[in-house]
C-alpha cells in the first residue's frame, strides 16, 4: 500500500526553541493535511497543502508542500508547552483516502 | 464545525465475544467515513473505507470477516470486532469527510478496546 513516511520519531525541545517534522512519499501526493493529536486525545485537523510549492502560515505554525508534490513539512517557530503532542501528515493520493505518515512526538520543556 | 461521534469510548469484552463501535457524523452527511487502528505510541492505520450503500473497501491484511463495517445511512457507519482476541485490543478511530475533494478529516474521539 502507500506509504508516507515521516520523521523524526521524537523531537524534544527547551521552550522557545524551534521544531520541525518532515513527510515524504515515494509517489506524487494528491494533497496533504496535518493534524495534531494530545496524549489521550484524537487527531486534529490543522491544515490543508493541494498546490505544487504551497506555504501556509498559522501563527507560530509555517507549513510547506514541495515542488514535487512529494514531500511537505511543519515548522513550529518558539515553541510553547501547549504544542505538545504528536503531529501527523496524511497523504491523499489519487483516490478517497488518507494515508498518515508515522507521526512526531513533540516534547517541550519549559 | 463538523462533528463526528464515535461510541463508545472504551469496552472491555473477554475473548470470542464481539463489539459493535458506532461512528455517526452529526451535522454533515458523509458517504465515506474511513476506520483506523491506532497502537499505542504508533500511527494510524487506515482498515477500511466505509462506503455508504455498498461494501467497504479493505486495506491489504485487514480480515474483513473479523472487522464487519456496515454503512446503512448517510450519518452512520459501524464496525463490529468479531470473535475478539487479546490481539485486537486497541484504539479504534474512525472519520469520516464532507463532500468535496479537498475537505478535511473529521474523527471521532476513538473507542479504547481492551480484549481480556
Known amino acids: 500500500g502507500q506509504q508516507v513516511m515521516q520523521i523524526p520519531q521524537y523531537q524534544h525541545v527547551q521552550e522557545g526553541e524551534d521544531f520541525t517534522t518532515y513527510c515524504n512519499s515515494s509517489?506524487?501526493?494528491?494533497?496533504i493535511q496535518w493534524y495534531k493529536q494530545r496524549p489521550g486525545g484524537h487527531p486534529v485537523f490543522l491544515i490543508q497543502?493541494?498546490?505544487?510549492?504551497e506555504v501556509k502560515k498559522q501563527k507560530r505554525l509555517t507549513f510547506q508542500f514541495g515542488e514535487a508534490k512529494k514531500n511537505s513539512s511543519l515548522h513550529i517557530t518558539a515553541t510553547q508547552t501547549t504544542d505538545v503532542g504528536t503531529y501527523f501528515c496524511?497523504?491523499?493520493?489519487?483516490?478517497?483516502?488518507?494515508?498518515f505518515g508515522s507521526g512526531t512526538k513533540l516534547n517541550v520543556k519549559p | 464545525g463538523a462533528v463526528v461521534s464515535q461510541h463508545p469510548s472504551w469496552v472491555i469484552c473477554k475473548s470470542g465475544t464481539s463489539v459493535k463501535i458506532e461512528c455517526r457524523s452529526l451535522?454533515?452527511?458523509?458517504?465515506?467515513m474511513f476506520w483506523y487502528r491506532q497502537f499505542p505510541k504508533q500511527s494510524l492505520m487506515l482498515m477500511a473505507t466505509?462506503?455508504?450503500?455498498?461494501?467497504?473497501?479493505?486495506e491489504q491484511g485487514v480480515e474483513k470477516d473479523k472487522f464487519l463495517i456496515n454503512h446503512a445511512s448517510l450519518t452512520l457507519s459501524t464496525l463490529t470486532v468479531t470473535s475478539a482476541h487479546p490481539e485486537d485490543s486497541s484504539f479504534y478511530i474512525c472519520?469520516?469527510?464532507?463532500?468535496?475533494?479537498?475537505?478535511?478529516?473529521?474523527f471521532g474521539n476513538g473507542t479504547r478496546l481492551t480484549v481480556t
Open positions: 472519520s469520516a469527510r464532507e463532500s468535496g475533494a479537498n475537505s478535511p478529516l473529521h
Open positions: 509517489t506524487t501526493l494528491s494533497n
Open positions: 496524511a497523504g491523499r493520493y489519487n483516490f478517497n483516502k488518507f494515508y
Open positions: 497543502l493541494v498546490k505544487s510549492g
Open positions: 466505509s462506503n455508504e450503500g455498498s461494501k467497504a473497501t479493505y
Open positions: 451535522d454533515f452527511q458523509a458517504t465515506t
